[in-house]
């Protein structure tokens, strides 16, 4: 019986499958150098980031004590790098990290955003740069930027102004005026008087006590 076998039933696969092996093997290695060589260069970053922050540098090297350095120089309180531990907000907190990070060294919030999608590329740069570190952004730049003001001012000629002095005004209690009352003076009786007899109605002159006319006591 005739049957049919076509040109891949001759064709030998093996040569294929080694050149295939080999590829994948060396993608692989390619891939693995290049990340070596990324992690090479955050190392080294953030060993110079540390130095710059008046930390040690070898802190870059120890796993997890090199995260506690970063929220150490960030956030002042290193033990928060625990929180990264809580899902979601770890996520959270990375990006506000990044954010401190750069504010940390003077940056603005425009290389945080390059720290945040490219870090390889930006926090090399903030190492090898000529960025130096300000302190714990919120807690340490406050009090210097205070200082680095009044010494601005001091240079500029500005003089405090004098705060005026407040006198109590002395109070001066009224002199009272004591007013001598006089007692008005009484009629003196010269003993004359004008009356009327009240039976007759005879007009009675003089100090008499009877009526002239009726003879009726007034």
């Given at each position: ?6 040109y ?6 093996s ?12 993608s ?30 070898w ?16 956030w002042g ?10 899902p ?14 750069a ?12 720290l ?8 090399p ?12 952004p ?27 002095t ?23 009786d ?21 009526c ?7």
């Open positions: 019986m005739y049957s049919y076998c076509s891949y039933d001759y064709y030998d696969y040569d294929y499958d080694v050149i295939s092996i080999l590829t994948g093997l060396m692989l290695a390619v891939i693995w150098v290049i990340s070596l060589l990324l992690m090479a260069l955050m190392i080294v970053a953030m060993w110079i980031l540390f130095k710059k922050a008046g930390k040690p540098g802190a870059a090297v120890v796993p997890f004590y090199d995260q506690y350095t970063l929220y150490e120089i960030t309180n290193g033990w928060r790098f625990l929180m990264l531990l809580i979601i907000y770890n996520i959270i907190l990375m990006i506000l990290t990044y954010i401190r990070l504010k940390a060294f003077g940056k603005e919030e425009g290389y945080a955003v390059g945040i999608f490219l870090p390889h590329v930006f926090v740069m903030l190492a090898f740069g000529s960025a130096a570190y300000h302190g714990v919120d807690v340490a730049s406050a009090p210097a930027a205070a200082s680095q003001e009044w010494v601005g001012y001091q240079q500029s000629g500005y003089q405090q102004p004098q705060q005026p407040y006198q109590q005004p002395v109070y001066q209690q009224p002199q009272q005026t004591q007013t001598t009352y006089q007692q008005p003076q009484q009629p003196q010269s003993g004359f008087r004008l009356t009327f007899c009240p039976n007759c109605g005879t007009k009675v002159e003089g100090s008499g006590k009877f002239q006319n009726c003879g009726r006591p007034l």
